[in-house]
């Protein structure tokens, strides 16, 4: 299993006392492994301005391989995200633009963006500060039964 998966699982096992179904657990799980990928959330920015060509995609999400670029857009377009325009011209042009839908979420990105740089400096600081704990022998947490 991979490390990503561990944050969706926890919020879909804290999630199950509130009235959750498997079917609405199994529908959020999807939803945020889709837009909660470091590829997609990188696209849907580049897209934000509209439409754009494959090639200028790539220049945009610095570091994204051209297979990882192709899957992501095939998988945003599958669910409803992104539009792919073919022009009849040769060679062959192809747009990429955000549907309404895609629209809709870059709203809650650009906030977890925004949240992404006001607490980076915080979360930092409590990396270095776990680290030193961690790299020179001083305890851990410790869970003890009660006596």
């Not at 837009?35 to 494959?54: E, H």
């Not at 090639?55 to 992104?82: C, H, P």
């Not at 979420?105 to 680290?131: D, G, K, S, T, Y």
């Not at 030193?132 to 039964?145: E, Y």
Request: glycine share 6%; aromatic share 4%.
């Amino acid at each position: 299993m991979v490390d990503t998966n561990t944050a969706v699982r926890a919020l879909e096992a804290s999630h199950s006392n509130e009235g959750c179904n498997d079917e609405n657990r199994k529908a959020i799980v999807e939803t945020l492994a889709r837009i909660g990928d470091k590829w997609t959330v990188m696209v849907v920015g580049a897209l934000s301005k509209g439409p754009i060509r494959y090639n200028e995609i790539r220049r945009r999400v610095e570091g994204i391989s051209q297979r990882m670029l192709t899957l992501t857009l095939k998988g945003l377009e599958q669910d409803g995200l992104v539009t792919r325009t073919m022009y009849p011209t040769i060679p062959p042009r192809v747009d990429y633009e955000l549907t309404e839908l895609g629209r809709k979420l870059i709203v809650p990105l650009r906030a977890l963006a925004e949240w992404a740089r006001e607490n980076r400096p915080a979360m930092l600081a409590a990396r270095e500060a776990f680290q030193r704990r961690g790299q020179h022998g001083s305890p851990r947490t410790r869970f003890t039964v009660p006596k």
